[in-house]
C-alpha cells in the first residue's frame, strides 16, 4: 500500500501549494463478477505544468476502496486495462516513450509479472474465453506511435515503402514466447475473441494504416494458422467488431466516420461464416457510440440529440428498449461502458460539463441507483454554467452547448466565441472542462458555443451525412443560425463575436472567414486551406472520397469550390493559426498557404508552428502557448486589452 499513499500524499501537496489537482480515471475496466473496477489513475495539477504520472489502481465496487496499486516504472505511461475472465489476474500495457520500451504485465495481488516485453506499441489486451492466452495488437520496432492523430515519421528514405502494420499476437498467461498471428502485411484496427478460443473478428486492411482504417473489411483471423478470411466489406466505416456468443454472426457499427476515433453509426449483423451484413437498427434517431453482447443480446450506448443512452438489442426481434438516458459523458476501457460478466451491472467514469469525472458504478436494471463510488474530485469547482440549446434550421433540428462564465452580471454583455468541433463526424457531449481554450476564455468573461451542426452525430445516419459534399455550407447556416439562438438566451454581443476549431473545425474557421464577416477574430488550429493541395500532402486521402464522391483527381471542381483559398480575398478579420510541425492529418502546409494568402492580403494573420507535434498536441508547453496566443488574440481584438 506504499504506492497507494504516495499517490494519496501527492495529492496533498498538490493541493497545498497551487491549484486544486483533477484525479483522472482512465481505462476504466470492470471485473466479470461486478466486484472490481481497476483504472489508470493520475493527479492532473490543471496548469499545464507537467504530463500527470498514472498508477494502476483497483478498487472495491462496491466502495471504491482502493486494493491494490501497481506502479513498476516510474517514467512510463500505462493503459488499456483488462481482468481475465475469471478475474483473478489483470493484464495491463506500460511504455516508455524515451525508450520505446513496451512491457505487457499480469498482475494478482502482490505479484506483478512482465509477460512480454520489445521496443514498439502494444495495445488491447484481450484474454482468450477460458484465461490460458492473452491476446494483443502490436507493432514491433514501430517508427511512430499509433494513429494519424499522432506525430509522423520523418519523411526520408524510401516514402511508404515500409509501413507500420498492427498485428494481432498472443502470449501464454503462464509464460512463454510472445507470437505475431495475423499476416504481416495487414493492418488490425480492432479486434474480440470467437466464443471458442481459435481465432478473432477484427476490422483490417492491407498497407499503410493511419490512412487505410476508411476501407477496412470486416475479416476472421484464424489463431492456429494466421489465416485471414473476409467476413464483409462494410459499405462505410466499421467499428466494435463484436462475435456473438453463439460464434454464428459479428455485430459492429456502421456509418460515415470521419475519424477512427470517434464512433458513431447504426449496429449491423453479418454472419460469421460470410455475407452481407444487415443493419438492423435502420431510421434510428441517434448515434450508436459503443457495443457490447451478453446473455444473447447487445447492450450499445447511443447519442440520441444531448443524451447518452444505454439501450439493449434483441437481434432476433430488433427490438430496442432503452434502459436509461442523461446528459453525461461516459467513459472505459471499451468505449462507454465497462460491464461485468452477466451484463447486471456496468461501470462508467462520469462527468459532465459542471462535475469532475468520478467511478460509478450501477445495477443495469435500474440505474437510477447509480452511484458515484469515488469523491475524488468532489470538492472541485465548475468553471461554467451549461445549457443545452435546440434550434430549426432549413428542415434540421440542432442542437449545442453554450457554457456561461459563472460571474454574470445583470445588464451586462459579454463576448462570445464559437468552438466547432472536430470530425466533422462527431460531436461535443458532457465533459468537465479541463485546462484549454474553453475554461480559459471563460475564466476572462466570455461566453462559449459549442454546436453540433449537420454532418454531426446524434440525429441519426441522415443527418450525420447532411453535409456530404456541402462542407461549410449547411453546417456553416446551422451555426450562424444557432448564434442567433443563443443571443436571444444570453447577454452576448453580436459585435464581439469570435470563432475557433481544430481540425475540421480548423478548417471550418478558415472557411468562415471567406463566407462573412460577422465574427471579428479567429483562432485555427490545424486547418485546410486548400483541399486540392491537401489531398496530395496528408496521410489520410482515403477519408476524403466518402464526403467529396471521389478524389482530387475524379472531381477538382467540388475540391476547389470548398477550399478557403478560392475565396480568400473576402477574409479580413484577423485569425491566430497554430499547428503541428509533424500533423499526418492536416498538414503544417495547409497552415503555411492561408498564412501565406492573408498576409499577402494585409489581413492580420499569427502562425506558430510547434515542433515536433502531430495532429493532437501533447506538449504542455505547446498547449499553454496555444492558450495563452488564443486568449492574448481574442482579447485584442473583441475586447480592446
Not at 476572462?444 to 441519426?460: A, E, K, T
Request: glycine share 10%; net charge negative.
Amino acid at each position: 500500500m506504499l504506492a497507494a499513499l504516495a499517490l494519496a500524499l501527492t495529492t496533498q501537496v498538490a493541493a497545498a501549494t497551487g491549484p486544486a489537482p483533477l484525479h483522472l480515471f482512465d481505462n476504466l475496466a470492470l471485473s466479470p463478477d461486478g466486484q472490481q473496477v481497476a483504472s489508470s489513475e493520475a493527479d492532473d495539477p490543471q496548469d499545464l505544468s507537467r504530463t500527470p504520472h498514472h498508477q494502476i489502481v483497483v478498487r472495491r465496487a462496491r466502495d471504491g476502496g482502493v486494493e491494490r496499486v501497481y506502479d513498476p516504472c516510474p517514467v512510463c505511461t500505462y493503459g488499456d486495462v483488462a481482468f481475465s475472465p475469471d478475474g483473478s489476474r489483470l493484464a495491463y500495457i506500460a511504455r516508455d516513450k524515451k525508450t520505446a520500451e513496451v512491457s505487457v504485465h499480469i498482475a494478482a495481488g502482490a505479484s506483478d509479472q512482465v509477460a512480454a516485453s520489445f521496443k514498439g506499441v502494444a495495445e488491447k489486451p484481450r484474454w482468450s474465453p477460458d484465461g490460458t492466452v492473452l491476446a494483443l495488437k502490436v507493432v514491433v520496432n514501430a517508427k511512430k506511435s499509433l494513429g494519424a492523430t499522432s506525430a509522423g515519421a520523418a519523411q526520408v528514405g524510401d516514402i511508404g515503402s515500409d509501413p507500420d502494420e498492427a498485428r494481432i499476437a498472443v502470449l501464454p498467461a503462464a509464460g512463454g514466447q510472445m507470437r505475431l498471428v495475423s499476416p504481416a502485411d495487414t493492418f488490425i484496427y480492432e479486434y474480440d475473441w470467437t466464443p471458442d478460443g481459435k481465432g478473432f473478428v477484427a476490422s483490417a486492411a492491407k498497407g499503410d494504416g493511419d490512412n487505410n482504417w476508411w476501407v477496412a473489411e470486416l475479416a476472421a483471423v484464424d489463431l492456429a494458422s494466421g489465416q485471414l478470411r473476409r467476413i464483409a466489406k462494410p459499405e462505410r466505416q466499421l467499428n466494435f467488431p463484436r462475435s456473438a456468443p453463439d460464434g454464428k454472426s459479428v455485430a459492429y457499427i456502421g456509418g460515415l466516420m470521419s475519424d477512427f476515433g470517434p464512433v458513431g453509426g447504426d449496429i449491423y449483423l453479418a454472419p460469421f461464416a460470410g455475407g452481407a451484413a444487415e443493419d438492423i437498427t435502420p431510421g434510428f434517431k441517434g448515434s450508436f457510440t459503443s457495443l457490447a453482447w451478453r446473455g444473447g443480446k447487445l447492450l450499445a450506448t447511443a447519442l440520441v440529440g444531448d443524451q447518452t443512452e444505454i439501450i439493449t438489442i434483441d437481434p432476433k426481434t430488433r427490438r430496442m428498449t432503452t434502459l436509461w438516458s442523461a446528459a453525461l459523458g461516459l467513459s472505459s476501457g471499451e468505449g462507454k461502458l465497462a460491464f461485468d460478466a452477466t451484463g447486471k451491472i456496468v461501470a462508467s467514469t462520469v462527468s459532465d460539463f459542471e462535475h469532475a469525472p468520478e467511478i460509478a458504478v450501477a445495477p443495469v436494471k435500474d440505474l437510477s441507483l447509480a452511484r458515484r463510488i469515488t469523491q475524488a474530485n468532489a470538492a472541485l469547482p465548475a468553471f461554467a454554467k451549461a445549457t443545452s440549446v435546440h434550434w430549426s434550421n432549413e428542415g434540421f433540428t440542432v442542437q449545442g452547448w453554450l457554457l456561461a462564465p459563472l460571474n454574470v452580471e445583470p445588464g451586462k454583455t459579454y463576448p462570445l466565441v464559437v468552438q466547432v468541433h472536430g470530425g466533422p463526424s462527431s460531436a461535443v457531449t458532457p465533459s468537465y472542462l479541463r485546462p484549454g481554450m474553453a475554461r480559459t476564455l471563460l475564466a476572462h468573461g466570455y461566453y462559449v458555443f459549442l454546436p453540433n451542426p449537420r454532418g454531426s452525430y446524434g440525429q441519426g445516419e441522415a443527418f450525420t451525412r447532411a453535409n456530404v459534399r456541402d462542407f461549410g455550407g449547411g453546417d456553416l447556416r446551422d451555426i450562424l443560425a444557432g448564434v442567433d439562438a443563443v443571443e436571444k438566451i444570453a447577454p452576448v454581443d453580436e459585435q464581439r463575436l469570435g470563432i475557433m476549431g481544430h481540425s475540421y473545425g480548423g478548417f471550418m474557421t478558415m472557411w468562415t472567414l471567406t463566407q462573412t464577416h460577422r465574427f471579428k477574430a479567429a483562432v485555427a488550429g490545424a486547418g485546410i486551406a486548400n483541399w486540392i493541395s491537401y489531398y496530395g500532402e496528408n496521410g489520410i486521402d482515403q477519408w476524403m472520397i466518402p464526403f467529396f464522391g471521389g478524389s482530387a483527381y475524379d472531381d477538382p471542381a467540388i475540391y476547389q469550390k470548398l477550399s478557403p483559398l478560392t475565396h480568400i480575398k473576402s477574409a479580413t478579420t484577423p485569425v491566430f493559426l497554430y499547428v503541428g510541425e509533424r500533423d499526418v492529418e492536416c498538414p503544417a502546409s495547409q497552415s503555411v498557404e492561408y498564412w501565406h494568402a492573408l498576409r499577402d492580403l494585409g489581413t492580420p494573420v499569427r502562425l506558430l508552428i510547434l515542433e515536433g507535434e502531430g495532429h493532437g498536441i501533447r506538449e504542455p508547453e505547446h498547449e499553454k502557448a496555444i492558450n495563452d496566443g488564443a486568449l492574448a488574440w481574442f482579447d485584442k481584438y473583441l475586447t480592446g486589452k
